[in-house]
Structures are given as C-alpha cells and as structure tokens.
T-cell receptor, first 112, second 112 residues
Framework: EAQVTQNPRYLITVTGKKLTVTCSQN?????MSWYRQDPGLGLRQIYY???????DKGDVPEGYKVSRKEKRNFPLILESPSPNQTSLYFC???????????FGQGTRLTVV | GENVEQHPSTLSVQEGDSAVIKCTYS??????FPWYKQELGKRPQLIID?????GEKKDQRIAVTLNKTAKHFSLHITETQPEDSAVYFC???????????FGAGTQVVVTP
C-alpha cells in the first residue's frame, strides 16, 4: 500500500531534549516536506527536499534540522526543543513539487 | 516569496446550497494550485488541483477556477452534503520556488 509513515504519533518531551521525528515513503517520490499546523495559521512549511541530499528552508525553519540521505526517508530533528515548538507536525511526499502531496498521519508534539 | 490569503476563515451553509472559498496569491510565477480537505483529526487530502494553463476544472460537485490576471483562484462546492464539513486549504507553488505555500484554511460547516 502506497503510504507516508511518520513516527511517533504522539510525543511529550521536555525543553532542550533532542528528538527526531521519522518520515518514510514507499512511493519513490522525489519531493518531501515537513509542515507544522497551528490553529488559525494553516500549514506552514518547515523544510522541503527536492531530492536526495537537496534540502531547503521553508517558511519556519528556525529550531529544526532535516536530512535526506536516502530517497525514502526525511527525518525532522529538533536539537533543543522549546515550548513554542508544541504543534501538530505533518510529513508529506509527492512525485514532484507540483504534484499531489501525500501526507503522513501526523505527530502531535508537546514540549513542556 | 509567495503569499497566499484565503477567505473566509469560516463558512456555514445549509445542506444542498453552494459553498465558495477564495484565495489570492502574490507571485505571478505561481503555476500550480491544489486544494486540500482536512476532516477532523485526519491528515489533509488533495481534492482538486489546477495548473496555470487552465482556467477551470471540475470533478463532480467540486470545481476550481483560476484568474491569473487578478491572481486569485476559487473552490466551488455545489449541492453541499454533511460530509463536506471539514477544513479546506488552498495552496500555491511557484516555478521560481520549491516552497508550497498554504492559505490559513476555511472551516466549512454544512448543516442539515
């Protein structure tokens, strides 16, 4: 089954404790991206990747890191999480930047 | 960069009536305009998209129109049903940028 899988689904952590949210797709998509969703602000892009080893900043990249060492995986790293990073996070992949995006199930992150 | 504005933020319609959501964009180089539907607690899913070389596209009860001169595009839902209740997001991506820019979303409530 074609899908985008992100883990974990829920995470509560403390300020400053490094964490990684994984994202994997099995559709051989070139374009992958991370979004955060906050009430009233819609979906804001954090980082995107056009292909392996090619990543670029979205609108809200501060406090986040990504890597794209393999085509299927695009992890999101928070080196030192802060409470303002409490949000719902979505990973998405698409064949190209101007094609249908398939979203993962979402990760609800709470930083206390 | 691209800026996408979406109106209204909430829309309440009677079942059977039509719903219209409008978005404006700032980058004249934008060439791909998808619409996503997000039901409560679910991930966003593409419902329709349009490219800059097309003025209108229909899929059953859903249609999207694009006015490149005025830089706006709209989603039209006819004969609304309770299952149309959801948050709808418009988005735009430019040929110049890899970032997919989303609007803030419209909460649509269809009352029986």
């Amino acid at each position: 089954e074609a899908q985008v899988t992100q883990n974990p689904r829920y995470l509560i952590t403390v300020t400053g404790k490094k964490l990684t949210v994984t994202c994997s797709q099995n559709m051989n998509h070139e374009y992958m991206s991370w979004y955060r969703q906050d009430p009233g602000l819609g979906l804001r892009q954090i980082y995107y990747s056009m292909n392996v080893e090619v990543t670029d900043k979205g609108d809200v990249p501060e406090g986040y890191k990504v890597s794209r060492k393999e085509k299927r995986n695009f992890p999101l790293i928070l080196e030192s999480p802060s409470p303002n990073q409490t949000s719902l996070y979505f990973c998405a992949s698409s064949l190209s930047r101007d094609a249908e995006a398939f979203f993962g199930q979402g990760t609800r992150l709470t930083v206390v | 960069g691209e800026n996408v504005e979406q109106h209204p933020s909430t829309l309440s319609v009677q079942e059977g009536d039509s719903a219209v959501i409008k978005c404006t964009y700032s980058d004249s180089a934008s060439n791909y305009f998808p619409w996503y539907k997000q039901e409560l607690g679910k991930r966003p899913q593409l419902i329709i998209d349009i490219r800059s070389n097309v003025g209108e596209k229909k899929d059953q009860r859903i249609a999207v129109t694009l006015n490149k001169t005025a830089k706006h595009f709209s989603l039209h839902i006819t004969e609304t049903q309770p299952e149309d209740s959801a948050v709808y997001f418009c988005a735009a991506i430019s040929d110049s940028w890899g970032k997919l820019q989303f609007g803030a979303g419209t909460q649509v409530v269809v009352t029986p």
